[in-house]
Nanobody, 125 residues
Framework: QVQLVESGGGLVQAGGSLRLSCVASGRTVSSNAMGWFRQAPGKEREFAAAIGWGGYTAYADSVKGRFTISRDNGKNTVYLQMNSLKPDDTAVYYC???????????????????WGRGTQVTVSS
């Protein structure tokens, strides 16, 4: 059973940066696609970024050019580097994993089987 634990959230001023980490335990996820999603108060969970097993990446239009997703298979960890943060980026950020092997960087929530508990990111204006 894969477990995901996010960290790195916090309070930052607009224009600042944060790096989120997602550590997987239970087994290696090096052959699994991973994603970051976010949910703001009163809104539905939305896609932010994903990375396929081969390293291909995909981003939501709202974060493209500001966020970068990456993975370190040796550490079983996925990162989300967030730059030029805006108040609209305020949300709980969730890490997710596809349990099917060799998946692609998809934005579809239902294709992710394992989820972390989330880490809060707050951007002040």
């Amino acid at each position: 059973q894969v477990q995901l634990v996010e960290s790195g959230g916090g309070l930052v001023q607009a224009g600042g940066s944060l790096r989120l980490s997602c550590v997987a335990s239970g087994r290696t996820v090096s052959s699994n696609a991973m994603g970051w999603f976010r949910q703001a108060p009163g809104k539905e969970r939305e896609f932010a970024a994903a990375i396929g097993w081969g390293g291909y990446t995909a981003y939501a239009d709202s974060v493209k050019g500001r966020f970068t997703i990456s993975r370190d298979n040796g550490k079983n960890t996925v990162y989300l580097q967030m730059n030029s943060l805006k108040p609209d980026d305020t949300a709980v950020y969730y890490c997710a994993a596809q349990m099917a092997l060799y998946g692609g960087a998809t934005s579809r929530v239902h294709e992710y089987d394992r989820w972390g508990r989330g880490t809060q990111v707050t951007v002040s204006s």
